[in-house]
């Protein structure tokens, strides 16, 4: 088994660790913005394997889900109509 000679220096050990801990910042920096992207349905900034996924998936998004897509005028109506009741 290989063992060093010399003991590493501090700085060295700092150095290699900021390396580390940067990509780390990286990657998960990028993880965060991909499932905000997903969450959004901006399909156009996060591309993924489309064959995985049935394309009425993306054109039907309005019918999935409803309450993203409401205006703000129907929704000022919805919100008067329960006040009311």
């Not at 999935?64 to 009741?85: A, G, V």
């Amino acid at each position: 088994m290989a063992v060093p000679k010399k003991r590493t220096s501090d700085s060295k050990t700092n150095s290699r660790r900021a390396v580390w801990k940067r990509k780390a910042k990286k990657a998960a920096d990028k993880a965060l913005s991909n499932a905000k992207s997903i969450l959004k349905f901006n399909s156009k900034q996060y591309v993924e394997d489309l064959t995985s996924w049935d394309k009425t998936d993306f054109t039907n998004l309005a019918q999935q889900y409803p309450e993203r897509y409401i205006s703000s005028s129907s929704s000022e109506e919805t919100n008067t109509t329960i006040e009311e009741n």
